[in-house]
């Protein structure tokens, strides 16, 4: 088996980021139309592309501008939204990008980082910066940082003067390969994760897989779950050359995938964008995981909350007679081996100790794919292939309420018995 070993910085460094050390090259460049709307958004992956994003993004804000009655140039304001680690960072580098070639210097609105600051509150204060700076519907938002970031500059975008245009710049492997990409956007409440939210497309999505390089183990690791996640619904290939691997944290290894991973997501989105049918698949382990999230006051790692309601849901389709045994049995190796690497792991078992019956039923059934106060859940059949409920004609399938706690007590009984004896 392969072995990635880490050699990398953490994030939340405020040495900022260097791109003279940085050789700039585009990997991939795709466009995809979301077909409900007919709308195009532009996939750009690179190595040092972030000091040039400003290239892609003003073509489509149609730069060079228009001269006004004055003779000057009437340019459109762009903000970019962070959170506070990441724009100590890269905030510079952005900015600088469009300086150069935009009179008109672009705002920096940062926020408090972490899962904390996505709320309305959060969403009403960057809202009221861009009225400040005169930001208006020509203007365009450009999210830098990880899912949190993207969520919420998204739903910025959508709701300020009923939509602008916005960029997704991912810098987290989790938001590179999965939530910069779609058009979901969220806020949360006091009742759930995502419980406000609208669909609204970004028009680009710019990776530079150079940022993997100042992120903890950690972050990587939730970007790996969801790689993993997609090898188990859509690519059986993708899937057993993870098998291959002993650990999962060098991102000079796994960053390989980001291109499968972006595909795969663009196709889906592309059929589904309002997840009424095949996108539900893309939410396999999360019903699960969100609880587990939601039970831990989100302590618990976004990613091994994932890998651990995969293990529990594989072994729902399993118990319904969906998922292939010895299939479902393999994706339990590679999610052990996973959440053993991951760390954590006296937290996940407190975790699961502390979680209720009717708690992790409410939880459940406030989840989006609920209907009629049915838990239902996205659920593989083979590695590569998410189950088809024909009788509903739907992606989804309803989860009996004793086999959706009984999955609880096996996930806890196999995290005792198998990843917490690694434990040291």
Request: proline share 3%; glycine share 8%; charged share 25%.
């Amino acid at each position: 088996m392969k072995k990635m070993v880490a050699n990398r910085s953490h994030e939340g460094s405020s040495n900022g980021f260097d791109s003279s050390l940085k050789q700039s090259r585009v990997l991939e460049r795709f466009t995809f139309l979301i077909s409900r709307v007919m709308e195009k958004c532009e996939i750009v992956i690179g190595e040092g592309i972030l000091p040039e994003i400003s290239s892609f993004v003003l073509p489509h804000l149609g730069y060079p501008s228009e001269r006004n009655s004055h003779g000057e140039e009437d340019e459109h304001s762009v903000a970019i939204i962070s959170d506070s680690r990441v724009s100590k960072i890269y905030g510079k580098t952005l900015t600088d990008s469009f300086s150069k070639i935009h009179t008109r210097p672009p705002t920096l609105i940062s926020f408090p980082f972490g899962e904390a600051s996505k709320t309305l509150e959060t969403a009403a204060r960057i809202t009221s910066k861009l009225s400040t700076i005169g930001m208006d519907r020509q203007g365009c938002l450009l999210a830098l940082g990880g899912g949190v970031v993207g969520d919420l500059a998204g739903f910025v975008a959508s709701i300020y003067k009923r939509g602008v245009a916005y960029y997704q710049v991912p810098t987290t492997l989790l938001a590179q390969v999965d939530s910069s990409i779609g058009g979901k956007t969220a806020v949360n409440t006091e009742w759930g994760k995502n419980q406000l939210g609208t669909f609204y497309q970004p028009k680009g999505v710019f990776i530079d897989t150079y940022t993997l390089e100042t992120l903890p183990k950690e972050e990587v690791m939730n970007g790996v779950s969801e790689m993993i996640k997609y090898g188990v619904v859509a690519d059986k290939e993708m899937f057993w050359q993870l098998f291959k691997y002993e650990t999962f944290y060098d991102t000079s290894e796994i960053k390989k995938f980001i291109p499968r991973c972006c595909k795969i997501k663009a196709e889906i989105v592309s059929e589904d964008e309002r997840e009424h049918g095949l996108r539900s698949a893309l939410n396999y382990g999360h019903t699960i995981g969100h609880v587990l999230e939601a039970s831990s006051r989100y302590s618990l790692a976004h990613g091994i909350a994932v890998a651990l309601g995969m293990i529990a849901e594989g072994w729902i389709s399993k118990e319904l007679g969906i998922f292939d045994s010895n299939e479902a049995i393999q994706q339990e190796e590679l999610l052990q081996r996973f959440l053993s690497d991951a760390g954590q792991k006296r937290k996940i078992f407190a975790t699961l100790g502390s979680i209720k019956k009717s708690r992790a039923i409410s939880l459940a059934l406030s989840d989006k794919k609920s209907i009629q106060r049915k838990i239902r859940m996205s659920l593989p059949e083979r590695i590569g292939r998410i189950h088809f409920e024909e009788k509903e004609n739907s992606y989804t399938i309803s989860v009996p309420s004793n086999i959706y706690i009984s999955s609880f007590r096996y996930l806890e009984g196999l995290v005792r018995s198998t990843i917490m004896k690694n434990h040291n």
